[in-house]
């Protein structure tokens, strides 16, 4: 087992901190797209809503997404300062080519392929965890489905409650639920995103001898982590935040408040039983299904098409990056 030394074990869990603020950054959109779309807040009130609530997050959940990413993809007995380096490199390189470009894919899948990319270019196909990373990949179709169809029935719930209420005192009613329907998204993508990047520095602490015989996530790692992806929510994503909240489909108020009760909903179940899904996948499907209960024109299928052509590269591409900053790591 290669021993690191205490600077460059430090070095890697800054940049796994680092991949933490960018994929706060990068999914920012998740938890606020839809409430600055419908101009309930505002973009600066929507980020500070969305910070607070990714950072208090811990509070709610325990750690079993960080537990499968620290043991579930790869063995744990192949980690190395490489592997590890060169899965955030795959993660980090393919979050900022989609963050410039506006396209809303999975910061999770993106560490997840990064993570058995590297594995694989260090030891082979048989470091991976099968189990584990075939419940990270049938997530990418489950949860923007399980998204979609709780939207739905939400909305067409919604629909039937209010159908006697004008269109002005739905509106107003909905202004101030959707606060508290963002606010739960924002709790449900702290809990389960910050928690991966949780796994890959207590991974790292395990393969060092740190954490004894005993994979666990100390509590500074939590702390750490939830900070640094609070404070990359605050900077927001602002390319990914339009596509999101209104290139998809035009949103009011009560569509925002389903498709985030929809997706909290998935995000909550899929956290307490431990699947590292994709937030960004999750509201996604949401956002659709929410468009389709009106009509289906309503929802600009060529761009639904795109995103999810890109949720099904992510991690095959960010494998590949991740082997290629591997082989990189090893002519030094």
């Not at 590297?118 to 990373?133: E, M, P, Q, R, W």
């Amino acid at each position: 087992m290669e021993t690191l030394s205490l600077p460059l074990l430090i070095a890697l869990i800054g940049i796994a901190l680092m991949f933490d603020f960018l994929n706060g950054l990068h999914d920012a959109a998740n938890s606020i797209a839809t409430v600055v779309s419908t101009r309930v807040l505002s973009p600066r009130n929507a980020v500070l809503m969305a910070a607070f609530f990714n950072f208090i997050a811990f509070l709610f959940f325990g750690t079993h997404v960080a537990t499968t990413i620290g043991k579930g993809i790869v063995d744990p007995n192949i980690i190395t300062g490489q592997v590890i380096f060169a899965a955030l490199m795959g993660a980090i390189g393919w979050n900022l080519i989609t963050w410039y470009w506006g396209i809303p894919s999975s910061s999770s899948h993106a560490l997840v392929g990064g993570l058995a990319g590297a594995g694989v270019a260090s030891a082979g196909f048989d470091s991976i965890v099968a189990s584990g990373l075939t419940k990270t990949a049938v997530a990418i179709f489950v949860s923007p489905t399980i998204g979609f169809v709780l939207a739905l029935l939400i909305v067409l719930i919604v629909s039937w409650i209010f159908h006697r209420t004008t269109p002005f005192g739905v509106d107003k009613t909905f202004r101030s639920l959707q606060i508290v329907s963002a606010s739960l998204y924002s709790l449900g993508h702290g809990g389960n995103d910050a928690q991966k990047t949780m796994g890959i520095i207590a991974v790292l602490l395990f393969s060092q001898g740190y954490l004894g015989d005993t994979f666990h996530v100390p509590l500074w790692v939590v702390l750490s982590c939830q900070t640094c992806m609070g404070l990359g929510t605050l900077f927001g994503g602002w390319k990914i935040v339009r596509t999101m909240g209104s290139r998809l489909t035009d949103l009011k108020p009560v569509h925002g408040f389903c498709a985030e009760t929809g997706g909290a909903i998935t995000l909550f179940a899929a956290t307490w039983l431990g699947v590292p899904v994709s937030t960004t996948h999750t509201i996604t499907g949401a956002i659709v299904g929410v468009g389709s209960a009106r009509r289906a024109s309503a929802v600009r299928w060529g761009l639904a098409q795109g995103i999810v052509v890109a949720w099904i590269v992510t991690m095959p591409a960010a494998a590949m990056v991740a082997a290629g900053a591997y082989w990189v790591t090893t002519l030094f």
